[in-house]
């Protein structure tokens, strides 16, 4: 007989909480872009996306790269030295609070626009360098309505055919809410246990 597919027993291709590629976060960012977008029109302009570790940074930062068709990405990994692009804009740099000194010296007073995912607040710093800066919290839309929203979404982009399939309740989401506030990545990580022992199609 022929062995069932992982996860067909609840009509999913996958564990919907399983890692994403960055195109698939990027499909399924829940942001709201438009404040910062209007910012970026000017010329040397800043935004820097500031929030801890699972808020949602790099989120923000794929989603608004898609707006910019000649933008340039970096993400900096701990302990890790990178080399900043030298074409490109904006330049987008995640975890820019691993820049060096002199890297953030020299990106900082350049003329190009900046995007940034930062755990430090470097608004001081860039408005030093004559720069014009929007400081967005990563996680200031993050709410139970958000958090229930965006989980869903993620089940349904597991989808393997028509017909029911798992849904997160409001209820769910809002004890996810108050155990881990904004922390979409410890959420998921939360939902991703609950999804490799779920054995039929159900409210969880």
């Excluded at 820097?48 to 794929?62: A, F, P, Y």
């Excluded at 953030?104 to 001081?124: A, C, M, P, Y």
């Amino acid at each position: 007989c022929l062995t069932a597919l992982p996860f067909s027993h609840l009509n999913l291709r996958r564990n919907p909480f399983g890692e994403l590629n960055v195109h698939e976060r990027t499909v399924l960012a829940v942001v709201e872009l438009r404040t910062a977008l209007q910012h970026l029109t000017m010329s040397r302009s800043v935004v820097q996306i500031v929030g801890e570790k699972g808020n949602g940074k790099t989120t923000h930062l794929l989603a608004l790269a898609t707006h910019f068709a000649s933008a340039s990405y970096v993400h900096i990994p701990e302990g890790e030295r990178i080399a900043i692009p030298k074409t490109g804009e904006p330049i987008l740099i995640d975890e820019a609070q691993r820049l060096t000194l002199m890297q953030r010296w020299q990106v900082f007073r350049s003329n190009r626009r900046l995007i940034l995912g930062t755990h430090t607040d470097f608004e001081k710093d860039l408005r030093r360098a004559a720069r014009s800066v929007l400081t967005i919290a990563a996680d200031q839309f993050t709410n139970e309505s958000r958090i229930h929203t965006l989980l869903n979404a993620r089940v349904q982009s597991a989808r393997r055919t028509d017909g029911s399939i798992p849904t997160i309740t409001r209820q769910t989401a809002s004890k996810l809410f108050a155990q881990f506030g904004s922390d979409i990545r410890s959420i998921e990580h939360s939902l991703y246990h609950t999804f490799q022992q779920l054995r039929d199609i159900q409210d969880v």
